[in-house]
């Protein structure tokens, strides 16, 4: 029922495949339906229960106790819902069931298992009727699936999906694979053809291939791997050899019977007699005999580590024939039979003894960083291998582990630290850009302060306490005590300054060696101008016995002086006076004015509001100016509305003179000016011009100024009533963290003198001065604290570099201790040591440590057993081939015994214990041993010999004197020592000599200080040959392995400007301004120059450079004259009033003591504060209201914003008359910036300032304000030191290369000399031969004397050199010269120098060697980006002799594996051109390799066709098709029946091109295109071939596409010319109803019209 109603349940079905399938499905189901309801209208069964989805699962506690429920209802088959009672209520499903209810921590007890993927499986096969296509393209798409599911993780019990999915979402049971196509087995081409196996009658030839890839992924298996033919070569003359000895391979090695027991058996067959042994019984013969055996045993070594048995081993001859069968021995002789026994060394494998126990972790501590490490152990050699036995494996092994133990110390930590800053110098920097100006002094501004890095150990005293703490308990627990005190929670011990340790064990940034600071410049005093004098007041108060006092004027200390107030001139001067008080009464303002007899306006008094103020100016009790009379009112007017109105009096002016005398008296001005004239009648009138303006005398005391003068404050010196100590706490080199920690050192006091000084006189007594503000002549002060030279403890002695050099011999060596300075001396402190460097020989040993071989004398030659060989043909009892052996052990250097394991370690390879020998017998040469070459009497061209004799017997035998058999000398030519240098690759970088540093300051190396231009040298490598061209030591050309070569480092040229020009004036004469001053461009920086300075943006060539200056105000003053009387511009000049204009003379004046006095130039007096000289105002008329003048603006505050503005104020002078009103009294203004509104970055009379110090072509720019200072100065780029040069980058060989690199310590700022670009510098590496050992090839298959059997073959370790570049296999050398190589040939370290091999028999079918290993392939899908996996293969072909003996050829083999890097390979037809009916076919592998195999089987490209008739006619062919066709340049002409006719030369059109000279000319000619053409490639001209008919005989498209195109053209004529032949119609004429407009022309602003 499901499957007809339930959508969601009906299986997906592909449309293209099963399209029937569904329509029949649903069919059946509309039928099934239909009938359905019909015999079931009225049936219960069209009711069914529905079930919704379980809810959560809920309870009280976790696990399986809870509960979830679901909805149950009765559906009707048409899906509404019904009443239950209409559904079945014994099928009614449950809705709650037990559930297991889940809790976080149920997620580390549940997780889900995953299964193992499945084997892909084609998606064609999932389907429905899918087959899979029968060509693979790439590969073929697949699914896999997996099981998965919840499992408990304890005991990996099953558990429901719905706990692991509460955590996690159920992982995939199925994903998407790709099959891999199938790959067919891809062989090479066949090899040429074999000579024929046999010289005359019937043989065979065999050609073999190898297979390339193997067969993977189901594909095709391999082909024969080889073809064989039959061959005759002439026919045999006489019968062919039929027979061949073969022999056998050696048995194992057989332990012969032991001497006692052979004599056992020979006394069993002789019977019990016994044979007595001499008695030697002379003592002296006896002691010689002891002798001999010792020294015998001795030399003799026996070892404990070599069991070595020589015993003996056999082997079968026997006789072959040519089809393989094996005959009797008699069929091969007569012929020397080869030996069937020889002596062995019986075969013991290598027995080791067990493990050793693991060794402790090389760790012993808890290292956050890394918490696992390695731990060892050993084993070592009982049995070494003998003869054929398995080698040794490995004697040690190691093992990740972490230290054991609850109480695991901490590991070193190892940290930098840093001295303290040194103190800050500018000469640092001024000798970066010029080295003379590196001792001046008294500089200030931008420096730079230096100190040194060192690293020490962070926690040396943590482990030091844990240490003896460790101890300690060990003590108490052997006392059975434990320790009171828990570890780490009671620590209480003192840090102290660590030593230094290597600075490679820290970690991490190194902390800056040098930074910028700052030196204040000193400030000089700057003082305001001399204040009024002021009131004749007492000397002192409070004693008023005389009638003398003093007026006292003061001045303020406008810029505070770096040394105190004390370096200020004096600030206080007085002159005597008469009739002092020490109180006065003081204005303080004006109350407005009140017209007399309470009137609106005329005249009136002012009442002054006074205070009482002392001699000091300040408030006291109005009491205490009780006998003062107090200020009287001052009389005023108030103007009426039709009265002349004038200005307020301006302040009095300076005084004119400071004192006066007989002839000079000062003088006071002060003016007012007319604000508005009288109304005529009824207005009082202006007063003429005098009276606006009034003159008083001032300063009428006499010229006697006193003031007192002080000196220089002298050195602080010691206060004994100071009772603190001048001393430091800083003991035992302890660190103190916090400076608020130290003691503070003890006061002292300073002195000066003061005396009294009579202006222009000089020295006066001192009661000339008023005794009250005398300055004092002494303060305290504090004493400089002495600072003691702090240091480090002596760091532990550094390790002795190794005794030994490479030939073994002792070499002094030294080992050091230093020390850093933390802390300098200072005030007197304890000076630092003078040496902060030890240093002391190292222990020398007495015998350099290393190990060698000693191998001992050869024992005598040991024949096989006699009763053994006894029955061999031609066998001799004392004579033969034998074996022989030897004992090894291994010493010191100095000769003394050693354990066997160091020389497995340390020494070369182990000798040979065994050798082959020969004992000769009777008829057999003996001879002596070679002697040594003689010496050559000049080389190259000279020989040398070497001889032996013939002993004993065999100088008598004939046989022995035949020299060809065995020669007595031998000569060769004398070794050429002529050596040819050759100079190889590039040259290396311009490198300056390691000497050219100087000495820098506290170890700080900057740019400045290391030599970085001049005159260097660069190197080229020096390669040096012997006479046969092969690779030498460098030494043998009498080269040190470099050719040098001056060379030239540009030194930088900084950016020169020319010198400065002369100080402009001060942009202002008083007050603070500027001055100019400038340079220009001379040269440009180059080679990494100091940049220029910022040029000025108009002209780029000039440099500027402006400094503040000022001056004192009071030099020059403005001298503003009275107003002038208003010129009024306006109509009505009865009245007087109106616009108007009212100047005034403003001169410069020489400001004296005395007062202005002469006039000079404007520009001397501050500009800012000249008075206005004209001014335009509005003249009121009468009745109006008149103001007083403008007050001065209000200063804008800042920032500098339009919401902000500035005012200034007024008040009315005269009442307005009636009707009439007074205007604004409060004007306001804008602030704009640089306008109104400025923003003084510095000033030089404030609290802000700025300096400057030049370093001549360049400065340092310190600007200083009262928060904060910003440091401005050109910094050189500093630079590391260079490094000590790398390893070079090959060992051997031509193209080693050394590296040396700096990096940047500081980088450039400002306008400092910019870093180097060269961050290292190469060099070639001295040339070494590169020797390594090779392999001969392989001998042939040796099998003595006769044709064929098992034998072996074998190839030599020989010594190669080469230049290291890959390029050829090098040349062979002397063994010797790899004497110091591991015995290995490319890595491989089991060396096979013989194995054993078969040589066929004539006729015998064989397996070939193994082919080489294929280049390794890569089965991918190209394009894809799918890759399985690389492979490479390797084969063995069959070889076959016999034609009767094919069917007994053993099966051809082959064997793969996996490699890495595999290059993908795409595979193609390939096909030659026909030839006849018949082409060639081939598949070619993408990198041009023809192969078989690997192509599609699908669809190849024939080789051979035939058409009917045949394509008999001059240029045809046959196609594939089998269609007769022209060759190219040719066209077909067909017959009726559609047949070829013959074939036509295509008319060729030439189109001429740019090159042709015949260019203008249009030719189209026919050509024979057979013949050879006269354009050649390359030429400018080319031909096109016009071909109407395609290769199947039909037209071409295009040629339909011409025609088309012409009938076109054909009709479009046509048209043309009908449309102008045809007769045109008269036109009629039309009645116009309406008018003729105007033309009217519209200019649209368009300037074409």
Same mark, same amino acid.
Request: charged share 25%; with cysteine; glycine share 8%.
């Given at each position: ?118 084997? &892909? ?419 002192? &108060? ?19 002086? $770096? ?146 003068? $002080? ?139 290393? %190990? ?372 604004? $009294? ?268 690997? &192509? ?115 009709? %479009? ?37």
């Amino acid at each position: 029922m499901g499957l007809c109603w339930k959508s969601t349940q009906i299986p997906h079905i592909r449309t293209g495949d099963c399209r029937y399938l569904q329509v029949t499905i649903l069919l059946f189901c509309g039928i099934w339906k239909a009938a359905h309801t019909q015999t079931a209208d009225n049936s219960k069964s069209v009711y069914f229960w529905e079930t919704g989805p379980w809810g959560r699962c809920m309870g009280s506690d976790c696990g399986p106790g809870g509960s979830q429920s679901r909805a149950v209802w009765c559906a009707h088959v048409d899906g509404w819902t019904t009443l239950h009672t209409n559904c079945d209520q014994a099928q009614r499903p449950s809705n709650q069931q037990n559930c297991f209810r889940v809790c976080d921590w149920h997620k580390d007890l549940y997780d889900w298992q995953l299964g193992a993927w499945n084997v &892909c499986v084609p998606v064609s096969a999932r389907t429905f009727g899918g087959l899979r296509p029968k060509v693979c393209a790439g590969g073929e798409e697949g699914t896999q699936t997996r099981e998965v599911g919840c499992i408990l993780k304890s005991d990996g019990a099953p558990a429901e999906d719905i706990i692991c999915e509460y955590f996690e979402p159920k992982p995939r049971l199925e994903q998407a694979c790709l099959i891999p196509c199938p790959q067919d087995c891809v062989v090479s081409q066949y090899s040429p053809w074999t000579s024929c196996s046999k010289t005359c009658g019937t043989g065979l030839q065999n050609r073999v291939r190898s297979v390339l890839v193997p067969p993977l992924f189901e594909g095709a298996a391999c082909p024969n791997l080889t073809e064989f033919q039959t061959c005759r070569t002439a026919t045999c003359k006489g019968p062919e050899g039929m027979y061949s000895m073969k022999i056998g391979s050696w048995s194992p090695c057989f332990v012969p019977e032991s001497r006692p027991v052979r004599q056992a058996k020979r006394r069993k067959g002789k019977g019990s007699g016994t044979r007595e042994r001499p008695v030697f019984k002379d003592p002296e013969t006896r002691e010689l005999i002891q002798k001999k055996r010792t020294r015998n045993r001795l030399n003799r070594q026996e070892s404990p580590f070599w069991d070595i048995q020589v015993g003996y081993q056999t082997r079968q001859v026997t006789c072959t024939h040519r089809n393989g069968s094996t005959i009797g021995l008699s069929h091969c002789i007569p012929r020397d039979l080869p030996l069937t026994v020889q002596s062995c060394l019986l075969s013991r494998d290598c027995e080791l003894s067990e493990w050793s126990n693991w060794g402790t972790c090389t760790k012993a501590c808890m290292d956050p960083k890394s918490l696992r490490d390695q731990r060892s152990r050993s084993r070592q050699v009982v049995q070494f291998p003998v003869g054929e036995g398995q080698d040794c494996p490995s004697l040690e092994e190691t093992e990740a582990c972490e230290p054991e133990g609850d109480r695991v110390p901490p590991c070193a930590i190892y940290t930098w630290r840093t001295t303290e800053w040194s103190d800050c110098r500018v000469d640092l920097l001024l000798s970066q850009q010029d080295r003379r100006r590196g001792n001046m002094t008294g500089l200030c501004g931008g420096g730079l302060q230096t100190r040194e890095v060192y690293c020490v150990q962070a926690n040396a005293e943590l482990l030091t306490y844990l240490n003896n703490l460790k101890e300690k308990e060990e003590g108490q627990a052997q006392s059975q005590q434990m320790p009171s005190v828990p570890p780490l929670l009671s620590v209480s011990f003192e840090i102290t300054e660590s030593p230094p340790v290597d600075s490679k064990l820290c970690e991490g940034r190194v902390p800056n060696t040098s930074q910028l600071c700052i030196t204040p410049c000193p400030i000089e005093c700057e003082v305001s101008p001399w204040g009024a004098w002021g009131p004749c007041t007492f000397e002192n &108060c409070d004693d008023q016995a005389g009638k003398k006092g003093y007026k006292i004027r003061t001045r303020q200390i406008a810029n505070k002086p $770096t040394d105190g107030p004390g370096a200020c001139p004096h600030l206080l001067e007085a002159v005597p006076c008469d009739d002092p008080s020490c109180h006065d009464w003081q204005l303080v303002s004006l109350e407005p004015c009140i017209p007399d007899n309470e009137k609106e306006c005329g005249p009136g008094l002012q009442t002054p509001q006074v205070q009482c103020v002392n001699s000091n100016g300040e408030l006291v009790e109005s009491d205490q100016c009780g006998g003062i009379p107090a200020p009287e009112p001052i009389p005023c007017e108030v103007p009426c509305s039709r009265d002349c109105v004038l200005s307020d009096w301006t302040p009095w002016s300076t005084c004119s003179q400071t004192c006066s005398s007989k002839t000079i008296e000062g003088k006071q001005m002060r003016t007012r000016s007319i604000l508005a004239y009288n109304a005529g009648e009824g207005g009082s009138l202006c007063p003429n011009s005098s009276a606006l303006q009034d003159m008083r005398n001032c300063n009428e005391h006499a010229c006697t100024v006193y003031h007192w003068q $002080t000196g220089v404050w002298g050195p602080c010196t010691e206060d004994p009533s100071a009772l603190a100590l001048n001393t430091t706490t800083v003991t035992n080199l302890k660190v103190v963290a916090n400076p608020a920690d130290q003691v503070s050192c003890s006061m002292g006091m300073q002195t000066r003198k003061v005396i009294c000084v009579r202006v222009n006189v000089g020295q006066v007594p001192p009661k000339k001065c008023p005794e009250g503000p005398r300055p004092g002549t002494m303060r305290p002060c504090r004493l400089a604290c002495k600072k003691d030279c702090i240091l480090t403890p002596l760091s532990d002695w550094t390790p002795c570099p190794p005794a030994c050099d490479a030939a073994g011999n002792i070499v002094k060596r030294k080992q050091y201790r230093y020390r850093l300075i933390i802390q300098l001396p200072a005030n007197g402190g304890q000076d630092c040591p003078e040496v902060l460097k030890e240093d002391k020989d190292c222990p020398a040993p007495k015998v350099c440590p290393g %190990f060698r071989w000693k191998s001992h004398k050869w024992r005598r030659c040991q024949l096989v057993p006699w009763f053994i060989r006894q029955d061999s043909p031609g066998a001799q009892e004392t004579c033969g081939p034998g074996l022989q052996t030897r004992a090894v052990s291994c010493r010191q250097l100095d000769g003394t015994q050693a354990d066997i394991g160091e020389c497995l370690k340390f020494a070369n390879s182990m000798p040979l214990i065994s050798q082959p020998c020969q004992l000769p017998c009777q008829d057999d040469c003996q001879l002596t041993n070679w002697s040594k070459f003689s010496s050559c009497t000049a080389d190259c061209v000279g020989v040398r010999t070497r001889r032996r004799m013939l002993i004993g017997r065999s100088k008598k035998k004939d046989k022995c004197k035949n020299t060809q058999m065995y020669p007595l000398s031998e000569t060769q030519y004398c070794p050429c020592d002529k050596y040819n240098a050759l100079p190889v690759g590039n040259w290396s970088d311009c490198i300056l000599p390691e000497d050219g540093r100087v000495e820098s300051i506290l170890g700080m190396r900057v740019q400045g200080d290391i030599k970085e231009c001049g005159q260097g040298y660069r190197y080229q490598a020096m390669v040096c040959y012997d006479q046969e061209n092969r690779l030498v030591e460098t030494s043998r050309c009498n080269s040190h392995g470099y050719l040098e070569e001056a060379c030239i480092i540009p030194c930088p040229s900084d950016c020169k400007l020319s010198e400065w020009s002369n100080w402009s004036r001060c942009s202002k004469s008083c007050g603070s301004g500027v001055k100019v001053r400038s340079k220009w461009l001379r040269e440009k920086p180059y080679n990494g120059g100091r940049p220029c300075p910022k040029l000025d943006h108009i002209n780029q060539a000039q440099v500027y450079e402006v400094v503040p200056c000022a001056s004192d105000c009071t030099q020059y003053v403005w001298l503003a004259e009275p107003w002038s009387v208003w010129k009024v511009s306006n109509v009505d000049l009865k009245e007087n009033c109106g616009e108007g204009v009212q100047t005034r003379k403003v001169r410069c004046m020489l400001n004296t003591i005395d007062g202005p006095a002469d006039p000079v130039e404007d520009y001397l007096c501050d500009p800012e504060e000249m008075p206005l000289g004209a001014r335009e105002s509005r003249l009121p008329c009468p009745e109006d209201c008149v103001l007083s003048d403008w007050s001065s603006w209000s200063t804008c505050r800042l920032p500098c914003t339009r919401n902000n503005n500035r005012i200034r104020t007024a008040y009315p002078l005269r009442a307005p008359g009636v009707g009439r009103d007074c205007p604004e $009294t409060t004007d306001k203004d804008p602030c704009h910036l640089n306008a109104n509104c400025f923003n003084y970055f510095y000033n030089i009379t404030g609290k802000q300032y700025v300096t400057r110090h030049y370093t001549g072509k360049f400065y340092c720019v310190c600007f200083r304000t009262s928060l904060f200072t910003v440091v401005e100065c050109p910094v050189n780029c500093q630079m590391s030191e260079w490094s000590a040069w790398s390893v070079c980058s090959q060992m051997c060989g031509l193209e080693g290369r050394m590296w040396r690199r700096r990096i940047v310590v500081q980088a450039s700022q400002g306008d400092g000399r910019p870093c180097p670009t060269q961050m290292e510098h190469w060099k070639p590496c001295p040339v070494r031969p590169c020797y390594r050992w090779e392999y001969s090839p392989w001998s042939e298959c040796r099998v003595e004397d006769v044709v064929c059997g098992d034998g072996l073959r074998f190839r030599n370790l020989t010594c190669y050199v080469s230049d290291g570049s890959g390029q050829g296999e090098g040349s062979l050398v002397d063994e010797e010269l790899c004497s110091g190589l591991e015995l290995a040939v490319n890595g491989d370290t089991e060396i096979t120098l013989k194995e054993a091999c078969t040589l066929p028999c004539p006729g015998e079918c064989y397996l070939m060697e193994w082919s080489d290993w294929s280049s390794c392939v890569s089965m991918c899908v190209k394009g894809a980006g799918v890759d399985f996996g690389s492979v490479q293969v390797r084969s063995r072909a069959v070889m076959a002799q016999e034609p009767e003996n094919l069917q007994l050829c053993p099966d051809q083999d082959w064997e793969s594996r996996r490699c890495t890097d595999g290059k993908c390979y795409e595979y193609k037809w390939m096909s030659s051109t026909w030839t006849g009916s018949s082409r060639l076919t081939w598949c070619q592998r993408s990198d041009g390799l023809n192969v078989t195999g690997g &192509c599609s089987p699908i669809n190849p490209p024939v080789d051979n066709s035939s058409c009917d008739p045949p394509c008999l006619m001059p240029k045809s062919f046959c196609t594939e098709a089998g269609v007769c066709m022209c060759d190219e340049g040719y066209t077909e002409v067909l017959s009726t029946d559609g047949l070829l006719e013959r074939c036509t030369p295509i008319p060729i059109l030439e189109i001429p091109t740019a090159g042709d000279k015949r260019g203008d000319v249009k030719t189209s000619r026919a050509i024979n295109p057979t013949l050879p053409t006269t354009i050649q490639p390359g030429r400018s001209g080319r031909t096109w071939y016009l071909q109407p008919f395609g290769p199947d005989g039909k037209l071409k498209i295009w040629v339909y596409g011409v025609a088309s195109g012409a009938f076109v053209l054909l009709i %479009f004529i046509v048209s043309m010319i009908y449309l102008a032949c045809k007769k045109p119609k008269k036109p009629q004429r039309q009645r116009q109803n309406n008018r003729l407009k105007p033309l009217t022309l519209a200019y649209d602003g368009d300037a074409d019209m």
